[in-house]
C-alpha cells in the first residue's frame, strides 16, 4: 500500500508562479495520480485540476487560463503548475489517486496536503 506524497508549496507573492508536485512512495506502485484539490479552513473540498480514467482533464472555473495539470506516462506522479496566482488561491493543495491493488482497487486516496500562501 503505497501513499501519496505532495511537495512545492510555499509562500509567493500574488502574480506570481509555483509549481506543486505529487509522487507515488513506496515499495508497490499501487495508487494512480489522479489530480489536485484545495481547502481552506471551514470549507469542504473543492477541485483544483483532475484527470479521469480516459486521460481526459477538468479544470474548476476559477483557475482556468492560469493552472495546468499534468502528469508522467506511468501515472505516478502529477503536477500542478499555477501561474498568476491570486490571495484567493492561497489554500492546502492535496493531491488525489486510485488505489488499484485487489485490497484497495477503485479507493479514493489522499495525500497529506502542502500548504500555498499569496500574499499582496
Known amino acids: 500500500q503505497a501513499r501519496l506524497v505532495e511537495s512545492g508549496g510555499g509562500l509567493v507573492q500574488s502574480g506570481g508562479s509555483l509549481k506543486l508536485s505529487c509522487a507515488v512512495s513506496g515499495a508497490l506502485f499501487d495508487i494512480d495520480c489522479m489530480g489536485w484539490y484545495r481547502q481552506t479552513p471551514g470549507h469542504q473540498r473543492e477541485l483544483v485540476a483532475k484527470y479521469d480514467m480516459d486521460g481526459r482533464i477538468t479544470y474548476a472555473d476559477p483557475v482556468k487560463g492560469r493552472f495546468t495539470i499534468s502528469r508522467d506516462r506511468d501515472r505516478k506522479q502529477v503536477y500542478l503548475q499555477m501561474n498568476s496566482l491570486k490571495t484567493e488561491d492561497t489554500a492546502d493543495y492535496f493531491c488525489?489517486?486510485?488505489?488499484?491493488?485487489?485490497?484497495?482497487?477503485?479507493?479514493?486516496?489522499w495525500g497529506k496536503g502542502t500548504l500555498v500562501t499569496v500574499s499582496t
Open positions: 488525489y489517486g486510485v488505489g488499484l491493488a485487489p485490497g484497495n482497487s477503485g479507493m479514493d486516496v
